[in-house]
């Protein structure tokens, strides 16, 4: 079956660095995304990556080793409007179409 | 260049009821994917429309139909609702067939079933 996981949790400092780490188990992988969640809102696209190796924008990069099932999103010099809930999602080909399955989160608190 | 929409933004309904949820996707996507996304959960795919037919479908009862219209929105419809129906329902929009297919989501219908 297809299996995501991510922390539930994690608190960090303004100015700090973080990574989030998101671990997956799925055949037909097919891309790997992280989306932003501010409570309440509906999620935002921040990064895509279908071939192993970083991908960097800005503040935000990802991660990804499939030969792992491993991705990990790292926030760089952290502000207060990050904290949010960052989903881990993968899409996976099944029968010629794309599916996806998203993590349950991980809610980032930063703090002064 | 418009994103995706959905309304209405809130709906509460009583157990039984039937409910219809709607979606435009963003301009320039032919694809439209809904959600189920309860609180403190990532969200749960419930099916996938493109070329106005259901292309995919998650682990959701057929309580839970949907329809495509030829502008590509999208309905999602609810029988017989039971509380645990009670989430925010997400749609999400993409360009099917290409290989850097990205979703962008809408703002959601919170939904209540008391």
């Known amino acids: 079956g297809q299996n995501i996981d991510q922390p539930t949790e994690m608190t960090a400092t303004e100015g700090a660095i973080v990574q989030i780490n998101c671990t997956y188990q799925?055949?037909?992988?097919?891309?790997l995304f992280w989306y932003q969640q501010h409570a309440g809102e509906a999620p935002t696209f921040l990064s895509y990556?279908?071939?192993?190796g970083l991908e960097e924008k800005g503040r935000f990069s990802s991660f990804l080793s499939r030969s792992k099932g491993y991705s990990y999103l790292l926030l760089k010099e952290l502000q207060m409007k990050d904290s949010a809930s960052y989903l881990c999602?993968?899409?996976?080909?099944?029968?010629?179409?794309?599916?996806?399955?998203f993590g349950t989160g991980t809610r980032l608190k930063v703090l002064a | 260049d418009a994103g995706v929409t959905q309304s209405p933004t809130h709906l509460i309904k009583t157990r039984g009821q039937q409910v219809t949820l709607r979606c435009s996707p963003k301009?320039?996507?032919?694809?439209v994917s809904w959600y189920q996304q309860a609180l403190g959960q990532g969200p749960q795919f419930i099916f996938q429309?493109?070329?106005?037919?259901?292309?995919q479908r998650g682990n959701f009862p057929d309580r839970f139909s949907g329809h495509q219209f030829p502008n590509y929105s999208s309905e999602l419809n609810v029988n017989a609702l039971l509380l645990g129906d009670s989430a925010l329902y997400l749609c999400?929009?993409?360009?099917?067939?290409?290989?850097?297919?990205?979703?962008?989501f809408g703002p959601g219908t919170r939904l209540l079933v008391l």
């Open positions: 999400a929009s993409s360009l099917g067939g290409s290989i850097r297919e990205t979703q962008y």
């Open positions: 799925t055949s037909g992988f097919n891309g």
């Open positions: 990556n279908v071939l192993d």
């Open positions: 999602a993968v899409r996976w080909t099944t029968s010629g179409t794309y599916k996806y399955i």
């Open positions: 301009s320039g996507h032919d694809t």
């Open positions: 429309y493109y070329e106005e037919e259901e292309r």
